[in-house]
C-alpha cells in the first residue's frame, strides 16, 4: 500500500475521475489495483483512452506498457469507444473453435452483415472475438452484452440478438 504517494490531479474537471479516484484510493493506490481501476475508466468513459492510461501509470506507478499489454488482453476493456447498442463476443479459443465458435462467429458475420471487429451499419451491433473466455467446459461460448450463453450454436445466438434488437425497437 502507497502512503506516501502525491496527489497527482485527474486529466479534467469531469466529475467521473472522482469514481477513478475512490477505486484506487480504496485500495490504497497500489498497483494490485490496476484491472479493477482500468474496469472502472470503462464503466465511467466507455472506453479506456489516452490520457487515462497515462494518468493510471502516474497515479499507481504502473509502466504504461502495463497497462497497454492488460487493456489489450482482456476482452471487456477497449481502447476506443463503441458506437454500437449491443456488443457480441465470441470465443474462437480451441475449445469453442472446435465445438462450433467459428461456425457462429461466421454465421452472425452472415445475418447481420458485420465483421468481427466492426459495428453493423445501424450501430446496432458491435462484433467482437476474444482468445479465450475462461469458460472451456461451456463451449462454445458467447457473450451478449452482459449475458453469457454457453453450449451455444448458431441458431439460438442469432435469435438471441435479434430478440434484443426488436425489444430496442
Known sequence: M????AR???????KRWRIIDTTMRRY????????ETLHSVQEAFGSLDDQA???ISATLGVPLSQIYGVATFY???TLKPREAHHTCVICVGTSC??????????AIEKTFRVKAGQTTADGTLYLQTAR????CGLAPVVVLNEETLSKANQNNV????????????
Open 28 to 35: 490504497g493506490y497500489d498497483s494490485h489495483c490496476l484491472i
Open 2 to 5: 502507497k502512503t506516501d504517494i
Open 97 to 106: 473453435h472446435i465445438k462450433g465458435g467459428a461456425t457462429i462467429l461466421s
Open 132 to 135: 479465450c473466455l475462461g469458460s
Open 8 to 14: 497527482i490531479p485527474p486529466p479534467s474537471d469531469d
Open 158 to 169: 442469432i435469435q438471441r440478438i435479434q430478440e434484443i434488437i426488436r425489444h430496442d425497437a
Open 75 to 77: 476482452h471487456l476493456f
Open 53 to 55: 492510461m497515462h494518468y
